[in-house]
Structures are given as C-alpha cells and as structure tokens.
C-alpha cells in the first residue's frame, strides 16, 4: 500500500515563499515519476510540476521560474519550493506518484495566498 503524506501548506502573504513536502511510505525510485498538483475551488486540477526517477523534471508555465520540485532519496521526500507566490495560486496542492500504470494520490495541503 503506498502511502504519500503532503505537508507545508498554509497562509502566507503575496511576494512570499512555502516550501511542500511529500513524504512516500517506500522508496521514491520505485516510482516512474513524481509530482505535484493543485486544485482551486470550481476548477480542474492542474499539473504544477513533476521529476521522473532520473531527474528530468517539468513545470507547468505557471510555475516556471517561481517553483521548484525536488528530492531527498534519503527522506523518501519530493519537495515543492514555492516562491513570489501570487493569490491565483491558491489551491490544495496534492502530491502524486506513478508506478507502471498505478496513480497514487495523497490526501493535499492547503495553499492560502493573501493580496
């Protein structure tokens, strides 16, 4: 059973930073890929960004430049660094993993942005 347990999220004001965590309950090589994804209220949920097990990572363009994904293999952790965070980035943030053909999802984190 895969396990993955988001944290990091909160309040914070615009122009400001948080860093999300994803902590996976086995290795996080034994997966094709990793990533994050958010969903606002009414909206779909969206691609933030995600990092294969080799390390090749990708942003959606709203994103890019102010996010970063990242790993500790050592943790068995995918990290979101979140930075110049708007008020349109407002969402729960949920960590995912693919193995083969299974989508596992974690239960999401709660990203307040205030103007």
């Known amino acids: 059973q895969v396990q993955l347990v988001e944290s990091g999220g909160g309040l914070v004001q615009a122009g400001g930073s948080l860093r999300l965590s994803c902590a996976a309950s086995?290795?996080?090589?034994?997966?094709?890929?990793m990533g994050w994804y958010r969903q606002a209220p009414g909206k779909q949920r969206e691609l933030v960004a995600t990092?294969?097990?080799?390390?090749?990572?990708n942003y959606a363009d709203s994103g890019k430049g102010r996010f970063t994904i990242s790993r500790d293999s050592a943790k068995n952790t995918v990290y979101l660094q979140m930075s110049s965070l708007k008020p349109e980035d407002t969402a729960v943030y949920y960590c995912?993993?693919?193995?083969?053909?299974?989508?596992?999802w974690g239960q999401g984190t709660q990203v307040t942005v205030s103007s």
């Open positions: 995912n993993a693919l193995r083969s053909s299974l989508s596992y």
């Open positions: 086995g290795s996080i090589f034994s997966f094709n890929a």
């Open positions: 990092v294969t097990s080799s390390g090749r990572s």
